[in-house]
């Protein structure tokens, strides 16, 4: 089990310097892990899909940050991003899981009041014009895969199949945009929080 911590603090050390195929490593290693979380919660193989592609986004551009500091829990540190994310889906479709509660998985982490007050609304549309603006700021095809996956709600594989490109360069447009996107909030200091 330690060796296990090591070779993964190693391999992370190695993909923020610079080495890609350390990420593949750590895919490979864990994605048996990961992929199988999320479709027991899920259900649906292209949703887990989906958002085991979201949770590597997510880890690359952590990682590409500099933002990253488990110290050697890296399989907890995206169980836990798999998780999140799992929670925002049901949270979005207003469909929650019937499942009891177990190690990973709380039913109570699900439960949200969907009834937004009048200022919470004014706020979160705020945020939502203040990011439309900034992504027009991006180069259009990061824009477009934007908007696929966020306004229509396409999986990588949809988005690659309507843009003519392969999934990875479509994840890539994806991880781009979201680096450009948060270069643009810091330089013009916008706050994207509710």
């Known amino acids: 089990m330690q060796k296990n911590l090591v070779e993964d603090q190693v391999l992370v050390q190695r993909y923020v310097g610079g080495e890609e195929n350390a990420l593949e490593q750590l895919i490979h290693k864990h994605q048996q892990k990961i992929f199988g979380f999320i479709i027991s919660k899920v259900k649906d193989e292209d949703l887990a899909n ?9 880890v690359i551009n952590t990682l590409k940050s500099g933002r990253y500091n488990e110290e050697g829990k890296f399989i907890q540190w995206v ?9 925002d889906h049901f949270r979005r479709n207003k469909r929650f899981p019937t499942v009891r509660a177990t190690n990973d998985f709380d039913i109570f982490d699900v439960i949200d009041s969907p009834e937004k007050n009048i200022e919470e609304s004014t706020i979160h549309n705020q945020i939502l014009l203040d990011a439309q603006k900034l992504i027009e700021y991006l180069p259009e095809e990061q824009r477009e895969v934007i908007q696929l996956r966020m306004k229509e709600d396409l999986s990588f594989k949809e988005i690659a199949d309507q843009t003519n490109v392969s999934i990875n360069t479509a994840l890539g447009r994806m991880r781009y945009a979201l680096i450009n996107l948060r270069k643009l909030i810091e330089k013009h200091q916008v706050v994207l929080s509710d």
């Open 50 to 58: 989906d958002l085991f592609q979201d949770t590597f986004v997510k």
């Open 79 to 87: 169980m836990r991003i798999a998780h999140n994310l799992v929670i």
